[in-house]
């Protein structure tokens, strides 16, 4: 059926044949134009693919470039674009003017555009009116939209706190347990020594040792399976590494890939890598594996490749089905190739670009507006889009912009810390950054995504935490303007120093004028 065909059945015949006679009697002749163009526009809407968009069709049939669409959230009541994406609900302002749209007496969106527009209304109304069923259209599927990245905003929060418990698990089951074992493991050998003219006891003792080592063995093994912990150490590359070199099958490792990534992608990866190499050792009888991790245009790929019999599939409950489950909540897809008696290769694509914007809970979305606010005076939606992961970023490039984390003091990384946590960081990012041990340089802290532009910000805020425990060392300082030089922001160094120095001084002051007299007044209790 031709499209327009399909379009007039559905957005009913009586009521196009009403709006086009209504151009006809209301336009000049270049307007009908223009209107029978929105007519086939509008109607190609209905089998046109994702970038084509009403929104591209009413640009170029009222000649505004510029004009946007906003769409009510079903539900919610909040606005959303094209693509299910928050954003502010439309105003008028200087340059651009607000049509609201409702469909059955129902506002469902709003059109910002060129207010020239508003000097034709006829026009206009008739231009709505014509789109009106795709109007509800795109409004539905942009809701679908957002309800998809709800959903993985929602999986990827569950896959932090998942995360973040196995991290503090494997600390305490290290710091505690595994001690106070290694701690009696040693009193048996002690005792089996003082033992000797006792050789049955003796004997006792030493089995007794030999069992406890094997215990604590086991649950080292529990324990580094809770979270790669090497992560903090040596990054992604060094947990394949020290995948790759435990005992029971060869691995060769190829890996190309140049910075840190996302936390949630690298972790992602490691556990693709770790179910893959324990499948291909356990069930598949293999003797060789192949592990590739690399940059594509779509994100990191990672495979692995082994020579075993084959036959694996993602049963119900099983590892591969909970690995599946990871890789979907970042936007990704795990694929299993295994053919009887042909080997498997498992293989992940964990997307980068597109970046799942966590919905914040709003004590955490006014804490980073406020801090946000009293530093810059940007505007609060300035930060809405903000992540967690950018958060995080924000902080490894300070590390780095001081000469890597090796060089920053306890204080310094406190003070760090405590900026995130004031600004309403996610659990899990104050606890990476606390054990963060990875030196990257600035220009690899940079690429991350949402820090394109983050230089001169990531500049104050390092003299600012490296002020934190007194005034700037040589070392510090000419660590930090080797990053100056390095980002072509020298001539700015001197401002921003000026700039913390007179910060500094205001703190005094306020701590002398306000705390001091304070002090002063608190009895100093009985002598």
Known sequence: MDPRKRWRSGFGQSSLVTVVVSWSRKWGRGDRRAAQRLVGLVADLQTVGPGDTLRNALRVSLGDPGLDIAYIRVGSGGWIDERGQSMTAPVTIDGRAVTPIDRGGKPIAALIHDPSLLRSPGRLKAAVDAAALAFENEQQRADLRAEVADLRASHARILEAVDLERRRTERNLHDGAQQRLVGVALMLRLAGNRSAADAALAAILTNAAGELDGAIAELRELARGMHPAIFAATGLLGALESLAERPGLPVELRVDVPAPLPNLVEVAAYYVVAEALANATKHADATHAVVHATLTAQGLRVAVTDDGRGGATTAPGSG????????????????????????????????????????????????????????????????????????????????????????????????????????????????????????????????????????????????????????????????????????????????????????????????????????????????
């Open 320 to 527: 591969l089905e909970g690995l599946s489950d990871r890789v979907s909540a970042l936007g990704g897809r795990l694929e299993i190739d295994s053919r009887t008696g042909e080997g498997t290769t498992i293989s992940a694509c964990l997307p980068l670009a597109e970046r799942v914007v966590a919905a914040r809970d709003p004590y955490s979305l006014t804490a980073l507006r406020w801090v946000g606010w009293e530093m810059y005076e940007l505007p609060a939606e300035s930060y809405d889009q903000l992540t967690h992961e950018d958060q995080r970023s924000w902080v490894r490039a300070m590390f780095a912009a001081a000469g890597g984390v090796s060089h920053i003091t306890p204080r310094q990384r406190e003070w760090a810390v405590g900026f995130e946590a004031a600004a309403g960081a996610a659990p899990w990012v104050l606890e990476d950054l606390r054990t963060y041990a990875v030196d990257e340089t600035i220009e690899t802290t940079l690429a991350l995504p949402g820090m394109a532009s983050g230089g001169r910000g990531v500049l104050y805020c390092t003299l600012r935490m490296c002020t934190a425990d007194g005034d700037l060392t040589a070392d510090e300082l000419g660590r930090i303007t080797r990053t100056a030089d390095d980002l072509g922001l020298s001539s700015l160094l001197p401002d921003l120093r000026r700039m913390v120095d007179q910060e500094r001084m205001l703190q005094d002051q306020r701590f002398e004028m306000l705390v001091a007299p304070a002090l002063a007044d608190v009895p100093s209790g009985p002598r």
